[in-house]
Nanobody, 121 residues
Framework: VQLQASGGGLVQAGGSLRLSCAAS????????VAWSRQAPGKEREFVAS?????RYADSVRGRFTISRDNAKNTVYLQMDSLRPEDTAVYYC??????????????????WGQGTQVTVSS
């Protein structure tokens, strides 16, 4: 399965963006899908994941919402109340065999290219 992330951009603090992760090659309705991010000089960190349920990092819970549209083979990350510390390259990833929406990025088999999100203060 190939993943294509899009929707990044420049936004002021307090604003919103919606990222999309479109899959091709296979239907990934049963896959667990995650968003992660990597800021300059920092390690990649888990943001959110979705299977039949969802999981969020503490830093984004209540501000970000992950969802999926199986008909479009796409997973979304709605990001509201953005902060400068949310600035990073955001990546989507999919796991064929995970059962729960894991935060362990090593369990994801397929990765898309990143999309830059920049939040100005």
């Amino acid at each position: 399965v190939q993943l294509q992330a899009s929707g990044g951009g420049l936004v002021q603090a307090g604003g919103s963006l919606r990222l999309s992760c479109a899959a091709s090659g296979r239907t990934f309705n049963s896959y667990v899908v995650a968003w992660s991010r990597q800021a300059p000089g920092k390690e990649r960190e888990f943001v959110a994941s979705i299977s039949s349920s969802t999981r969020y990092a503490d830093s984004v819970r209540g501000r970000f919402t992950i969802s999926r549209d199986n008909a479009k083979n796409t997973v979304y990350l709605q990001m509201d109340s953005l902060r400068p510390e949310d600035t990073a390259v955001y990546y989507c990833a999919a796991s064929e065999f995970a059962i729960t929406p894991t935060y362990r990025l090593g369990q994801y088999d397929y990765w898309g290219q990143g999309t830059q999100v920049t939040v100005s203060s």
